[in-house]
């Protein structure tokens, strides 16, 4: 029997949905058989990391600390083995930023942006440039934090008036914000599972909001608030070529064992790559789950796999499945 | 070690909810739920200050007491306490609640007109589940209790907000209001309102409002649902009466609640109507529980026999009295002069609205994740998305350093928001020093609509007179 730490909660704004997604991950390692211990992630993580003294962790938390290699950075020092992506995918999708900029140098297709941080702007002069920033994205600008995995403090500014009011809500959530090209269309997410044989990309999930101009954070996790669509209704080639984007990204970023890119879809046809999620969402209505068995694949078989993806890596002269490629 | 929530095996695997969408009421897809849910749950952090909560301080209540009285009831009341009890409550608790009721200015309530509610937060619910049909209207105020919005909202019903000032609701407003819909060939099926010391603004609603909402109850033959869980937690200026009194029961549908005079966790409220409404909601509440706990029942008879509820009131509210001036002091000290807050006269919360650039709920996460410290924002009490710069604050159940420590902390993020702001749009830098303390106490445009202009900056006062 595998003695399996589910690590979810933390501090992190996603602390609900955290919760959510770990009390599912640890109903399903009982069904498996594994000896489940749940940490709520705080100031003691190190200590029960210790005491627990599990064979494997499975990472269960979203947003800042468990997503962004801070946990797994303290997962490597006590040499425990845990799920998903490693320490450098962890930093490198976290910051859209960072993502974006890997992506636009690799050719991966990803809206036009600017990302500055608030010293850029009070020490900087950055808003002088603003003008030149909104030309060439043009209205509306989506602005949103670096940092975070969810759709908070996303903001749409219309016109230029609005700009410095979703900067400062933007800024409630981080350091650094991205103005980013605003790409009408529609809303895609290709869930990427580790195979034996290598990420392999699951059918897209259409999400549809159902009375929101924009997709936001609270129609994201309620039922009954936006519709998904899995496998998404979409014309010929659109969707292989949706997969194989998020697969190419997946393996440029140097994810590892699953993550969750999300896309849109223009009207032209033209695919953009918004970001990867390294610990997609594993509630009830969270979108990985949902493409997993519309691949056929139960939601135990996707935390199976994690676990036992989790174990390979850290057995000895294996090279670091999680490296940028 | 420790190994929280263990699965039990065999328990089958959920699914994906998704498949019982389906299956759900259509009214659920309207229950208001929102990113709030997920800030708010960080509040419950061991190291937030949070002046988020209505909650009561419940630690000054005399642990011997307690036991006292659950002595008490256990040897006088045993049987009786455990089992089930009369829909409409004990006749004993139904007595208390004339008595306090009667402390309010409203003698000689019959004590078979009062139902006796599973806290007063069933009033409300059943006051919806008995009047309001999808789509019906319900009048409140601008901003609203936000616990009442999910009431509101899980049966469908259509919340038209009127706004407020310093004198509580505009009735003025409301009557243009009812006219609109009267036009319309809609008539609201009830008028919610908190007159006293308002949750969240902290206003109360003039003498002459007063006068003028049930008259224009009686002119309109509409109901009124006056909640008022504050009403004796008043910690300066004379007594108002309440609605029901000046109504005298044909129209003003009156909640009472022991939840802030003695003890939220005892789940013990009431309601008095008109005798029609009150045995609709007799019928409503017996399928919803029954009765409300015979035991928390009993401990309240037995409290109230007792004979200290006006002493122990007298303790709270004093209290809370020097907890709302640290807190209206404090504001004082660390908020930027762009900001506004009421002054409520009694109660529990203080409405603070900031500039329209600021959203309470984006700057309720720089506030708990930088500072630690949490408050509700605005928009929990608007059903339309209004209320983004505002938030409120409770001062009741947190002592007077955390107070200090707590709004020091909101006034920090503020002042970083404010300044770059001012940075962004090239504006003046931000104010460096303290707001001048508070603002014309006549508060005629603090709880103005946050689209609007901000009004020019107002001369220093410091009368607390309203």
Redesign the interface.
Known sequence: MTRVAVLKGGRSLERGVSLRSGARVANALAHLGHDVASIDVGGDLVARLRDVAAHVAFVALHGPFGEDGTVQELLEVVGMPYTASGVSACIRCSDKVLAKHAMRDAGIPTPDFFAFNETAFRELGAAGALPEMEQRLAFPIVVKPASQGSALGIKFARTAADVPTALVAAFSYGDKVLLERYVAGRDLAVSVLEGDAGPIALPVVEAVPRDREFYDFEARYEIGRTDFLCPAELAGGVAQRAQGLAVEAYRLLGCYGFARIDLMLDETGALYVLEANVIPGLTDTSLLPQAAEAAGISFEDVVARLVDLAIARARPGRADAGAPA | ?????????G?P??????RY?GL?AQR??VMK???M???M??TK?DDVISLAGGLPDTSTFPPASFAALMDQVASQSCARALQYGPTEGLDSVRRCVTEVMAAEGMAGIDPDDVLVTTGGQQVIDLMCKTLIDPGDVIVAEAPTYPGAVPAFCAYEADVVQIEMDGDGMRVDVLEATLDRLEHEGRRPKFIYTVPTFQNPAGVTLSMPRRERLVALAHERELLILEDNPYGLLRYEGEPVPTLRSIDGGEFVVYLGTFSKILSPGIRVGWTVAPRPVLEKMNLGKQSADLCSSPMTQHFVAAYFESGRWREYLRSLSEIYRRRRDTMLDALTEHLPRETEWTHPQGGLFIWVTLPD???TT??L??A??AESVAFVPGRAAYLDGRGGSSMRLNFSGVGENEIREGVRRIGKVVRE?V???G????ASPPQAEPAPPPIDPALAKVLRLPERGRPPHRDRRTGAEQ
């Open positions: 070690m420790t190994i929280d929530d263990r699965p039990r095996r328990e695997t959920r699914r994906d909810l998704e969408g759900f659920t897809k739920s929102s990113a849910r997920d800030l749950a960080i952090r650039y600021i959203d984006d700057l996460a720089r708990l994740s928001q300044g770059l702001y940075t962004l749009t090239g």
